[in-house]
């Protein structure tokens, strides 16, 4: 009887022993990035699988209105950062990193950077793509039996008042990229020369606009009728058009779109530094990639991931034909005109709505 | 028992008296300490970000400038947020006020019996969020709203009215927002208002409108000053309202201040912003503190 309660003593030490070492090499990371269905797909198709994989580092994912709200969560934790990791857009990352408040990865310990795009690699390891998504024109599906294939069906006189465009606040990205997209159409190639004729293009829409607020977002009032016409990110319209059951359809128009990229970032003086080099390199993997592609419509950044072809047809940016007509945007150079491209919304084109 | 309390000498009292001013510090102390911590320290802070000079694209830096302030004194835009956002004050406050002041009256005079439910009627809709109510206002509103498929199935109307996505769906949301607050206002300062003045001077012949004028108005007068006071200082700080219903064609403070810091990032201006807000309400209590004391 000694000498098995010794046993089972030795085996309770054993395996506590284990379990606490066990413990002491997992680690915890958090992830902040958009909430919703980004946030329901991204654990699903990605954190979930990494975790499996790596059973020692747990991952939480910490779910923000948009990139803005990271960048103040951000700042505000700048000497003890509560998160490791931050998904948000290019054009925030930049300030970001002008603030310190990301830390510059070593790419060459990441395998799959060098797999990933070009499009998007501006900011190093600061801020590496995660995913691209391009800017739509979504559609009701009732009042237009056949699909619209221009932008300038914004313009149609037939749809005056069944308009809507999301500009809060006097604009964000998708605001910049329409501003540049009418600039194209108003006969300008290139925004950094003038936007004024896609400001004057864009203030002749402004009567036509029910609202430039749509709550709770375009693809709900275009879905429902509302709205007929709207633009927006082909990943979220992809996604509402499975939600909705084709009530609302999106196209990516003859005259081309343009990109966004959502980076992913390592936060500055955060814990854990290697469980998040970790998770990061596996995000940008081809695996990862493929996953959320197929999840949300996002188009990979990895050249070597794989695409079924159903979803591949319903991702712009990899249908070479819609790829060869991306609009270039330099979103580098955005953020110093931000403030020129956007003041002409608050100033000239809202008003003219009124 | 009563022995000890009659041996305790007179000369006594005000030792007990020397010792109050403590535990009335101990009972304000929780209250100032939240107070501090909670409000006073994060105005110090705001105040100290809005000298931050911020470069192209929202980048903070470690410099300080008074830039911030300049730029928005000499920029048109925002002298137009400071005129919409007193407009929107003033015209809510007194539209409001016309709403509320007759139930206000009605519930002071009306018999006790019914008083109390009628009270519970009136400030009801503040047992349903804000939010909630201004959604019901798109939905009545909208141009597939209610109000509008009524106008338009009686065939008064071809096409929808806009009462929506602009100043006028604002103003109409605000105020019912508003009114719960303006009435129990007035009725909180209708405590001087008796018949009997009423009485006296209907016996000396003053007609309804005179005893209106001249006896109602000013023995209420302190309850309109209330009531005005926070309904202004509730819609110049409105954001809500404003976001939902004006379809972002309403430039406010309160929305700018959200925009400057969600939208574009820039938070200095954002924080310059909130200051002249601040500074703007305390005027406001400076001119109530005045109209009062005249009251008084």
């Known amino acids: 009887m000694k000498r098995i309660s010794r046993h089972v003593l030795s085996a309770t030490l054993f395996a506590a022993t284990m379990l606490s070492g066990a413990y002491a090499n997992a680690a915890d990371i958090t992830v902040m990035g958009y909430r919703g269905p980004f946030e329901d797909n991204y654990k699903k198709a990605v954190i979930e699988p990494f975790m499996k994989a790596h059973p020692d580092i747990k991952v939480n994912y910490y779910g923000v209105q948009n990139a803005a709200t990271s960048l103040g969560n951000m700042r505000a934790q700048r000497d003890a950062p509560q998160v490791n990791a931050v998904i948000y857009d290019l054009s925030v990352a930049k300030i970001a990193k002008e603030e310190g408040l990301v830390a510059d990865l070593d790419t060459s310990k990441l395998s799959n950077y060098a797999d990933v795009s070009d499009i998007g690699k501006d900011l190093g390891g600061a801020a590496i793509p995660l995913t691209y998504d391009t800017l739509t024109l979504i559609y009701n599906s009732k009042a237009f039996p056949t699909a619209p294939t221009s932008w300038e069906t914004l313009w149609d006189k037939a749809q005056a008042g069944k308009v809507v465009l999301p500009a809060q606040g006097g604009g964000d990205i998708q605001a910049i990229l329409l501003t540049i997209i009418s600039n194209r159409l108003a006969g300008e190639q290139d925004y950094k020369n003038t936007i004024d004729p896609g400001v004057d293009k864009l203030v002749e829409l402004a009567p036509r606009v029910q609202t430039w607020e749509p709550k709770p977002d375009a693809y709900t009032l275009v879905a429902n009728g509302t709205a007929t016409v709207s633009i927006g990110w082909n990943a979220r319209s992809q996604f509402y058009f499975d939600q909705t059951e084709g009530r609302m359809g999106s196209v990516g128009p003859t005259e081309g779109t343009a990109s966004q990229i959502n980076v992913v970032s390592a936060i500055e003086k955060a814990s854990e530094p290697e469980a998040t080099q970790t998770f990061i390199n596996y995000a940008i993997g081809p695996e990862a990639q493929a996953a959320f592609a197929k999840a949300m419509f996002y188009a990979p950044v990895n050249t070597k991931t794989q695409v079924d072809e159903a979803t591949a047809k319903r991702i712009p940016m990899m249908d070479p034909a819609q790829r060869e007509k991306l609009i270039p945007v330099d979103w580098m150079t955005i953020g110093d005109m931000r403030d020129d491209i956007l003041q002409p919304w608050r100033r000239k084109i809202i008003p003219a709505g009124r | ?296």
């Open chain 2, 1 to 296: 028992m009563a022995a000890i309390t009659s041996s305790v000498p007179f000369a006594e009292a005000p030792a007990r008296r020397k010792t109050f001013p403590f535990l009335l510090i101990a009972l304000l102390l929780p209250m100032a300490i939240i107070n501090f911590v909670a409000f006073v320290l994060p105005v110090i802070r705001l105040g100290m970000i809005s000298f931050i000079e911020s470069r192209s694209g929202g980048v903070l830096t470690n410099n300080y400038t008074l830039e911030n302030y300049a730029d928005f004194f000499t920029d048109s835009f925002s002298i137009e947020l400071v005129s919409n956002s007193l407009i929107l004050g003033f015209g809510v406050t007194l539209i409001t006020l016309c709403c509320a002041y007759p139930i206000a009256l009605f519930l002071h005079r009306v018999s006790p019996k019914w008083r109390n439910m009628l009270f519970v009627i009136t400030v009801s809709p503040l047992l349903v969020s804000s939010v909630v109510r201004t959604y019901g206002w798109m939905v009545i509103l909208g141009d597939q709203g209610v109000f509008n498929g009524i106008l338009m199935s009686s065939g008064i109307i071809d096409s929808p009215l806009r009462l929506t996505n602009n100043t006028l769906g604002v103003f109409i949301g605000m105020v019912e927002v508003l009114i719960p607050y303006m009435a129990l206002s007035l009725i909180a300062g209708f405590g001087r208002l008796e018949n009997v003045y009423e009485e006296a001077a209907a016996s000396l012949g003053a007609n309804s409108w005179t005893r209106f004028r001249r006896v109602i108005l000013p023995l209420t007068a302190p309850g309109i000053a209330l009531g005005c006071l926070l309904c202004f200082v509730l819609s110049i700080s409105s954001f809500i309202t404003p976001k939902l219903l004006g379809g972002g064609r309403v430039f406010l403070l309160a929305t700018e201040i959200y925009d400057q810091a969600v939208i574009q990032l820039e938070w200095p201006t954002a924080a310059a912003i909130s200051v002249i807000v601040l500074i703007i309400f305390g005027l406001a209590l400076a001119v109530y503190s005045r109209v009062v004391k005249r009251f008084d």
